[in-house]
């Protein structure tokens, strides 16, 4: 579908799991090769198994600027240039208003935001050697509506990534930058987040009820969009923010039971 894919160098963030693994299937399928940090390394060992050679996972926390560095001169020395920059690790739990501490804190915004930051500006030389580049940062319907009680610091550090691709598409010249909100999204998130997968089945058999689209998303239904926006159809598309959530913004249902 995508045949200028076929010599593309992707990076996606947390692509051990969930949105960030369907979207390597997807891009790979296409032709290209992933590069994968994420801090799961078993994570990263089956995916390569499954994806093969031109799956790359790196066991990098993308807080870290060190980490981030290295990757950076590990993509510049094998390939010479990025074309695709998907930011799509992150962390989050919820936090009462009143037991928050900086600890809660910095769990959201060294991953979310400070990572995003800064796999950005290590990335960005390599996106400039690229005849297409782009990037596309995930936020989360939460960064517009107030999904869930107690969700102030992941939906806060959502709405920033939001913000900062805003900013990404008026400053960067020649590299396009593109946000994207999923809404339900079937993966592991909630269960990382200590909640039980019986919990976890039980709200989604209600709220796929009272989704417009009538289901709880896949993996792919995000990727299809990451894939779009990163293709040469895309090329007049810059600093959108874009749902991909089934209609639950517009028509739909947003607090957990
Ligand atoms: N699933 C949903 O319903 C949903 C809804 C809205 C937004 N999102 C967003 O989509 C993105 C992907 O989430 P997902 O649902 O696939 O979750 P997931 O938990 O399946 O995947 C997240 C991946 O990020 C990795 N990761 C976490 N911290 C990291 C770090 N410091 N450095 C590198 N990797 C790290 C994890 O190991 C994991 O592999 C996230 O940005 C999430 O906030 C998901």
Redesign the pocket.
């Known amino acids: 579908m995508y045949p200028e894919f076929k010599d593309f160098v992707v990076v996606i963030?947390?692509?051990?799991?969930?949105?960030?693994?369907?979207t390597a299937r997807l891009f790979i399928e296409e032709g290209a090769t992933v590069i994968?940090?994420?801090?799961?390394e078993e994570?990263?060992k089956k995916a390569a198994a499954e994806l093969g050679e031109r799956y790359i996972g790196k066991v990098?926390?993308?807080?870290?600027a060190e980490?981030v560095r290295a990757l950076a001169d590990f993509v510049r020395g094998e390939f010479g240039k990025l074309d695709v920059l998907v930011?799509?690790?992150?962390?989050?739990r919820l936090t009462p208003v009143e037991a928050m501490t900086e600890e809660d804190f910095y769990y959201h915004y060294?991953?979310?935001v400070k990572?995003t930051m800064l796999m950005v500006t290590n990335f960005l030389p390599l996106l400039k050697a690229s005849s297409n580049p782009s990037i596309v940062n995930?936020?989360?319907?939460?960064a517009v509506v107030e999904?869930f009680d107690h969700h102030f610091l992941?939906s806060s550090a959502?709405a920033a990534?939001l913000k900062y691709t805003k900013h990404l598409a008026r400053d960067l010249k020649g590299i396009r930058a593109n946000c994207?909100?999923?809404?339900?999204?079937?993966?592991?998130?909630?269960?990382?987040?200590g909640f039980e997968r019986s919990v976890v089945e039980q709200v989604y058999a209600k709220v796929e009820l009272q989704i417009p689209a009538g289901r709880?998303?896949v993996?792919e239904d995000?990727g299809n969009v990451i894939l779009f926006l990163s293709s040469e159809k895309a090329a007049y598309v810059n600093g959108a923010i874009i749902a991909v959530?089934g209609g639950c913004i517009t028509g739909g249902y947003w607090g957990f039971p």
């Open positions: 963030s947390g692509a051990a799991s969930g949105i960030g693994l369907g994968s940090p994420d801090i799961d994570g990263l990098c926390d993308v807080s870290n980490k930011n799509n690790a992150a962390t989050g060294e991953v979310d990572g995930i936020s989360s319907g939460a999904f992941y959502k990534v994207i909100m999923p809404g339900w999204v079937d993966t592991p998130i909630y269960e990382r987040a709880i998303g993996p995000i959530d």
